[in-house]
Structure formats: C-alpha cells, structure tokens
C-alpha cells in the first residue's frame, strides 16, 4: 500500500502555478494572446503566427519567457529571485537562483497527489510480453525506501553515487533517490567496461558507493554486471559500498562491501516477481530542499582529446528544459504514453525516460531489450501492447529494421502512435521515409530532434511549430524556445546569410545547458566558449536552407558517432597495446552503424606478429577497455602513416581514404613524404 511521503504542503503547486503564462509575460497584445497559445489549456487555439511570435519573444524577452515556465511549470519551495546571471564568455552559467525546490517532488509528489493510481513507467523487459507496471504512488514509495537506504548508509546532500544498472524501474527509482536526498548520481553505461567504469568513478573524488544489479539481460543475453563492478573495484579505493540488486535469480558472490538491496521479494497478482527494496525502510523521506544551482547529476561523455569529460546539470534550469522539450517537441498531452528506446545510461535516457516524462506525469517506457529481439518486430509488438502514443529512438536502428521488410511493421496495430522521434545521429533520407511512410502510416510527424549531453535537451528539432508546418527529411530544422543558434565562418564570423553552412554556435544560454565539467571548469570554458568567444561551440557543423532550417552535418573535431553512441578517436588510439608504435582512427560512413570505426595501425620495428592475430587482440582489448561498440570495423596496419614536416598524422588524408573519396585528398604538399599515401591507399584497397 502506498503512504503519503514527506511531501508537506508548501511543495503543493503553489498559486504561481495556477496563474496563467500570460500574466507573467509583460510584452505587446500580441504576444500575449500568442502565450496564451503555450498554456495547456489554451494548446490548438493558435494558429503557426502564434507559435512563432511565442519563439521570438523567447528569445528576445529570454528572461521573461523563462521566469514565466519556470513558476508555471516547476513546483518550487522558494521562488526564485534571478532568472538567470549567465556570461558565456567565461563559462558562467546560473539560472532560477535563490530558488529552492526537490527535483523528485516534482517528478513524483505532485503527480501522486492528483493521481495516485496513474501509471509512471512501464518496464518493457527483454522478455517478451513480461513487461510490468509501477504507479506513481509506487514510484515514490520504491524512491522514498531506496533514498531512505542511501541516508542510512551514510550518503548526504553533496555527495555522489554511481548508478551501474541496465534501463529498469530500480535504476530510475535510485536516480530519483539520489534526488530526493540532495544528492548527485552518476550513471554509467551498463555496456561500459570495467575500465571504462573505473574511471568514471576515479575521476569524482567524491564518488563513495555505487549501486548495481547481479547480471543484465539485454537480447537474451545475459551480462555480468556485478563481475564487472568487481574488476573495477580493484582501482577504485575509494568505493565503501556496493548495493547489488537481483534481475536475475542467479547468485553472485558478495563481499564485504556488497549490500543486498532487496530483502523481501513479493508475488504480484500477475505472478511476476516484483522487486521491494529492503521492506524495513520508511516510506516516507523527507525530500532535500535543493538551490536551483546544486548539482543534479554527473554524466561522462567523450570529447576530441583521450579523457571522458563529467557534464554537470544542475536541478531547476535542466529539469525545466527536459520537461518543455518533452512536451513541446513531441506534442505530448497528459494521459499519453510515451515510448523512448534509450538506455538510461545516456543523456536521451535521463532527459527523456526520466526526467521530462515524469516532470509531466506522463507514463513512460523502460526498454530492457532490442530492436531485433526476439524478432524484427519487437519496436511495433510493444508499440501495440502498451498502446505508445509518442515513439523515440535512433536512426542506427531505423536503417537495421527497414532491411528486415515492412511485413515486420505491419503485422501490429500503430494507430496509437502520434509522433516519431529520432535522436543522436543524421537520419539519412531513406530511413526518413520508412520511418514516416511505413511505421507512421504517412500520418505521423517524423521528428528528427539534434541536441547533446551538453545541451541538456532538444535544441533543434521541426517541433513545436505549426502541425501542419513542414517538416524536411533529415533536417532538424528548427529552434526551441529560448534556442538561438548561429553559424560561424573559418574566421569566427557570425554568418548572417541562409543557404550556408558553418560551425553551429548558440548565442544564448538556456536554462537546460550543462554548466561545467566536473573537476575542471577550465576544460570547460576552452571546449566550448574559447573556439568562439561569447558563444557556446557544439563542436558540429550545419547547413541552414534557404527557408533557415537547419541541418546537422555532422561533428567538426575527433568525435565520431557509432550506433549513436558518441567516442573519442583518441579514446580508441589511448588504447595500448605492447606491439603498436602508434596508431590513428578515423570514423567512415557505414550504412546501419552511421559510423564505423577504421584503425591504422603501425607496429613497433621487429615485431612479428600474425596481422589477423593481432587484430583480434587488439578488438578484445578495446572492448575490454571502452566498450564493444568501439571495437574498429577494420584495422589496417601499415608501414607508416601520413604525417605534416612537424610531424602531426594528417587524419583528413585517412578519413578520405577509408570515404575513398581519392579525389578529395586535397593539398598534400605540407606532406612529409607524400609516398605514405600511397601505400595506405594501396592498403586500403587491399583491406576492402
Ligand atoms: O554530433 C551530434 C550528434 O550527437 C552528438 C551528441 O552526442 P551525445 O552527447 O551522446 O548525445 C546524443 C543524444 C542527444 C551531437 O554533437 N547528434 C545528436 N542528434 C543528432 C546528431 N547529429 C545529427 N542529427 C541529430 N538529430
């Protein structure tokens, strides 16, 4: 049964809330009959001139656009008294500040409030058929038992906790937990090696415990999850303590460290084993009154140099954004069930399974598995049995099903499906089209949505626009609110023409944007605000049309994108093997992945070693050490690869060669030896 949590009555939507957007919005007569057009309740009486007068007013009236959806859309113990103290030159970020709030009040107590009853997530596990369904009400009660569980084992507001688990109603309930107590989680990629694990928790010193599950199932296949944490533990002094949850009925040893988080197991009415943290614990926990600025949560991702850099969010300003992008861009309304395929290891997972779902109330999809298991069908088998009405996933799993036939789609009933999202690479044309024409019947807007771990949120994307606003294949197109992004030239120079490209920049802040790296706010300030400065730089490059609409062309430094999954060239190449003198890798376009990774690889003088051998090693290690997603498609291995007079490899000749794009090799004359093009040309050639 579930009991009230410690929610008191000043988190109750204070009368902020029931005021209309518009009276917080001093601006002309028709911009206030256009924000009327914003407020749910208003929502479908504007026309396309009000949308984008509202998008205007965002971003020339930033302030007052977001004062306004704060209070209206946050619930706040302390209202705050700066909207926002923000200078981009140095990398200063602050909004809503004097503002207090609990960001798992807003995810669960208020929703609990109104409807105790409505469904939060629905846990579609990798067994077919299997999925199960948690309240908001026993959402909260599972996040107040498990926040509980943390403050008894000692963590505290400030402190940081490392979430190692495959996407499940455990792991968001102990994201939200970690909320609840004030203090900061740190998810990490359940598919990320013990390496790759280590030190993501190494570099937080603050990072004491971690919690984990005995194995992971993921496309009938089982993982050793807690083995890993294991082998990771080994370099990690600093951990006190393991909590480990079952997902499987297998066993694992336990050390000293380990605790068992569930201490009961309860038959459901539906005889599926549901998961009860430690029964003794209270239900009701006593939420952390959190300042707008405290940090919310860590979340690695790769950059241009060797080192995986920790994004800080913060509460409010990313709560916020995920919350109105969430219902904006996929035009969700309330009692809509909302489908997103991500691992909650990644910023589509924290932002769009749990956090801007749950913001809203909205019951939300937890997808353990994969798009081909058991079969190609399974996206539109689960479509129909939970009766999705907004589907979100990546054009890497788009391309792979349209290869298996649409009678893999047809077979299931859509009709609930309203829009298609698409998120984390360029979604070529033709996924595009079967993506509309066959998943969505031609009915449903194909929403290709460009953002980042950085941004917090969706900053481009063809909506909220007009519904019947066109939408270009494989354009991100437009803007968000309070989203006002700029090309710049070689030279730094704003582009102010259309029909041009150059590297994509944002002129404002918005309130979702991540505000430092952890550990080093230097890194920080020259990733992204040096390159352009008074601006922030996303390290892509886009095309704007004609019509201003934006397209992404794709990452402008040494990040390369495969399956979605973002990875450092210099991540790979920091692999060391005692047989390599050095190596270079490069992305190439490859027609499932978007991306495959191509390593050039030379040996050390007098190694002699068989080339397939070493291959293979070399595989396992990168496994091993990342992931097996950054395993290289091909290593070729050469004499020596091409390099400028200073000695710098030159990677633009590589990428052409693995495009086998000859003709775009370019000026080769800074090349040392331009002979060393050849042979890795000839090697190339070879390799295919
Ligand atoms: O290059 C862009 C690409 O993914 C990068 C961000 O990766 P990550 O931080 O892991 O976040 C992925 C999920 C938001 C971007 O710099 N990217 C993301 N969305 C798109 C995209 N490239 C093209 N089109 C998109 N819609």
Redesign the pocket.
Known sequence: MWLPCGCTSKYVASSFARRTLASYLHVSGRSRCNVAAFMPEAAGLEGVSGRAALRELSVSNSESFWAAVARHRLCWSTPFHTVQDCDLSRGKIKWFEGGKLNVSVNCLDRHVHTCPERVALIWERDERGSEMKYTYGELLEMTCRLGNLLRRHGVKRGDCVTIYMPTCPLAVASMLACARIGAAHNVVFAGFSADALAERIRDGEMLLLIITVNQGVRGGKVTELKKTVDTAMQSCPTVKQVFVAMRTDNPVTMTARDIAMEEVREQKANQILEIQIQAVEDVVCEPAVMNSEDVLFLLY?SGSTGKPKGLVHTQAGYLLYAALTHRYVFSYHDGDVFGCVADIG???GHSYVVYGPLANGATTVLFESTPIYPDPGRYWDMVERLKINQFYGAPTAIRLLLKYGDQWVNKYDRSTLKTLG?????INTEAWEWYHRVVGDGRCPVV??????ETGGICIAPRPSDPDAEIVPGM?MRPFFGINPVLMDTEGEVLTSNNTSGALCMAQPWPGMARTIHNNHQRFIDTYFQPYPGYFF???GAYRSEEGYYQ?T??LDDVI?VSGH?IGTAEIEDVVCPAVAESAVVGYTHSIKGQGVYAFVVLKKGIDVQEADLSRQLNGMVSEKIAKYASPDFIQFAKRLPKTRSGKIMRRVLRKVVESDLEGLGDLSTLDDPAAVQEIIQGHEKLL
């Open positions: 991702t990644w910023i589509t698409s998120v984390g690479e360029p290709d949505t460009w953002w980042q771990t991100a996303t390290g892509d992404i794709g990452r994108n973002r």
